[in-house]
């Protein structure tokens, strides 16, 4: 008997992937990887992806993020099957990379990470704008993200994350809407300038290197990243970060650098003791802009006892 997924076209693109679409109207968020789907196409995009990615990673990128592309032992040639990924993560950090039809409201992705679980997208994008990403991908998402995620110190700066957006939910509980925004603000904006576009110190002093999926999922961003004269390369400060809008689709003019994954974690406990102390509840205005559909699922999560 034909399956569902025999009579689908071979197709994980971006935005067009048939399968996608069927699994959302189903209200599915949490999903297989149907890895028979891939087309050549889309194999030939992570294909061109890597090898532009690849050369950059060896200059640029931080040592345990190499480390981790040895680990999980990616392959050049072809998407990763999320199963195998797994079996190599898993026993190292305690993570997992797990399959989603798309976005994950704000409350629900940062308690994945505390249950040690990565949303992961599974479409690719369209080989035709290779280093344009207006939304996560499964090159951003397992290139760029989950690398680092075999090092237990950074797989621990997530958990502490989930953690705090917990604490922040609880706080929700009895607070206004603004207050609740504001705190997610901070959220989303020091994960944006650590997890996604961090830098580093070098461990041994040599100078910079990336540890944020952003930079390290796009052969644009890492370059100008590292070394564009007309980036400004600022001391992680936490009262900064949480205060500093950010554009999606520009290049970014301005990152933070923390000296180690200590540190960072660090950062995050400060993140969450602010919380408590009411320091977040009115950061500065601008991006990012926080969703209804965010905003909701941390008031849900608080009086649901988060
Ligand atoms: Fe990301």
Known sequence: MAGALDLAPRDLTTGRAGFIERAQSRGELFIEQPYELYSESNQRTWRRLYRALAGRWEKHAHPRFLDG?????????????????????????????????????????????????????????DGEWLDYLPEPDIFHDLAGHVPMHTDPAFADVLVRFGEAARTAARLARGGDCGQVESALKALARFFWFTIEFGLMRRPDGSGLCAYGSGLLSSAGEIVHALESPRVQRAPFQLEWVVNQGFEIDSLQPLLFVVDGFDRLEDEVRRLERWLRAGRLDNVAPGEPAVSREDLRSFLQAGSAGA
Request: charged share 25%; glycine share 4%; aromatic share 10%.
């Open 69 to 125: 592309v040895t680990r999980l032992a990616l392959d050049p040639d072809r998407i990763p099957r999320l199963a195998d990924i797994n079996r190599f993560l898993e026993p190292l950090s305690g993570l997992v990379a797990r399959a989603v039809s798309g976005y994950v409201p704000a409350y629900l992705f940062f308690d994945c990470l505390r249950r040690r679980e990565f949303p992961t997208t599974i479409t690719i994008r």
